[in-house]
């Protein structure tokens, strides 16, 4: 009747990726006024957990001019706490997110930031990720020699990972 009710009551149980998307979109608004909250209060952890988990949902559905808001967000956060790594990641979300706009130049130079931060953090994934990504662009400004070293390049390091995903995507992207 209104009282407190403990932490597992509160968390849905999600069975598969679909009803975990469902519930994403069904949550959207609220999960947008918990990151509001959390940017308004400088809660810099908070706002790194949160966009973490609102990217995959905005690059899936957009739109990308919040996408890319987000992850910028999510880039200063990081750079805020000290987490180079995940800074790297946000500056990957964000050079996808900005090529899924058509915004090549910006793209480019977020994952150039990503491909520096990955190399000097010997981060071989966040690299393997900003090749791919940075790949995909230079073949949308037909730059093809330089997109297929940069996705050959990035193949090798997926293929040294075991990231299979990775890995079909660069084939993919190659073809």
């Known amino acids: 009747e209104g009282g407190i009710r403990s932490l597992p009551d509160l968390i849905p149980s999600l069975a598969d990726r679909a009803q975990a998307l469902a519930w994403a979109r069904d949550e959207r608004d609220n999960l947008f006024a918990c990151l509001d909250h959390a940017i308004s209060h400088n809660q810099q952890s ?3 957990a949160l966009a973490d988990g609102l990217a995959p949902l905005l690059h ?4 990308w001019s919040r996408a890319i808001a987000l992850d910028a967000t999510a ?5 805020e706490l000290g987490d180079r790594r995940r800074e790297a990641a946000a500056l990957n979300r964000l050079g996808d997110a900005r090529r899924s706009a058509g915004d090549y ?3 480019a130079q977020a994952l150039m930031n990503a491909l520096d931060m990955s190399q000097s953090l010997a981060d071989r994934l966040g690299e393997a990720t900003a090749l ?7 073949y949308l400004t037909d730059e093809y020699d ?3 070293a940069l996705i050959e390049q990035a193949l090798s390091l997926f ?3 075991g990231d299979r995903a990775g890995v079909a995507r660069s084939i993919s992207l190659l073809g």
């Not at 899936?60 to 739109?63: A, E, T």
């Not at 880039?75 to 750079?79: D, E, F, I, Q």
């Not at 791919?132 to 230079?138: A, C, E, M, Q």
Request: hydrophobic letters at 45%.
């Open 105 to 107: 130049t910006g793209a």
């Open 159 to 161: 293929r040294r990972l």
């Open 46 to 48: 908070r706002v790194l």
């Open 132 to 138: 791919y990504y940075l790949g995909g662009v230079r």
């Open 60 to 63: 899936l559905d957009g739109p």
């Open 75 to 79: 880039v200063v956060a990081a750079h």
């Open 146 to 148: 330089p997109a297929i």
